[in-house]
């Protein structure tokens, strides 16, 4: 058990509604605002019902490991964002944190080309050295995750306390996120379960840590186009997958396009967003798998992903991966209706 203050327990209850980089100023950083008194925390403007709450109310002794706000660990990327979680939970180790982040997020109703194209996207970042930043939600979250999971480190931002009952994909899924070496995030009490808001409230902690936000599919509704908004919000940089104007998943997409976000024409341009270097071609070419060039012979004729994968006599699940890839060295270009060639 960790021992939460009461004060910053009912800063967490308020997390999203206030900010709190104006107060721990004012108190003098994140320890000295554990021991404040009710006048001292009233004049740092904390509002008079949490602090009422707080001298009513028992520290927490939380069973999920927490960073404070301006405390140490509190991940870098956050500082620089108004209503930043006060307290955030955690459950894996913290390697992730370090690492520059891209959010990859999109529709839990996608379709397979989405999830190719997530897929594809969070190998390249973490292939470069980046870490996948996601809400854990089914569908696109869900492809970045464990794509990202078979090559380097991704964290997931949840809208649900950490020990809050989850469904068992989702249990399941955290389990190996952890396992290989990620980390779980969420800036609600452990206990509480997820609530419509909470979702909404996240999306800005997953745009706040990435460097880059990009948005794979998402129908006008979608919750992904809130995690775009509070980008763009704390300036960081936004970059939408364009799809076929007649398929709703792509909608919410060409719509942030429309508005002047970036275009992702390749893996290439999303690391060039986000600032991780992008592999020279004779670079990637010398560590690409051995059945690549199988697969680049059977791209000279062009061709769908399930053609390539016959004529190159690998499975499709081989052949995005190896696609991805050469896409990312500059060797394939992606067309419409999902048709690969040579560059």
Known sequence: MSVLPAIWSVLSLASGRVDPWPILDAVGGAEALSRAGRAELLRAGVPLDLVARAQTQPQLDSPMPFLLAGGRGYPAALTQL?????????????????????????????????????????????????????????????????????????????????????????RRLREELI????????????????????FLHRNRIIAGLARATVVV????????????????????????????????TSAGCLAIIEQGVGIVRSPASVLEAAGLNVPS?????????????????????????????????????????LLAELELAGLVRRLPGQRYERT
């Open 281 to 321: 071609q004779g670079a990637r070419r010398g560590a690409l798998p051995p059945h690549t060039r199988l697969l680049e012979d059977a791209l000279q004729r062009g061709g769908t992903l399930d053609q390539l994968a016959v004529r190159a006599g690998i499975s499709v699940v081989q052949a995005c991966s």
């Open 82 to 170: 108004p209503f930043a979680p006060p307290v955030l939970f955690f459950d894996g180790p913290l390697d992730a944190l370090e690492l520059p982040g891209v959010a990859i997020v999109g529709s839990r109703r996608c379709t397979a080309s989405g999830r190719r194209t997530a897929a594809s996207l969070a190998r390249a970042v973490t292939l470069a050295g980046g870490a996948v930043i996601s809400g854990m939600a089914i569908g696109i979250d869900t492809a970045a995750h464990r794509e990202a999971m078979h090559h380097g480190l991704t964290v997931a931002v949840l809208g649900q306390g950490l020990a809050a009952p989850m469904a068992h994909g989702a």
């Open 217 to 248: 599919e998402a129908g006008v509704r979608s919750g992904a186009l809130s995690t775009a908004r509070h980008a763009l919000e704390a300036g960081r940089e936004v970059m939408a997958v364009p799809g076929h104007y007649r398929e709703e």
């Open 179 to 198: 396992a290989s070496g990620g980390v779980v995030l969420s800036e609600l009490l452990p206990a509480l379960p997820a609530q419509a808001f909470t």
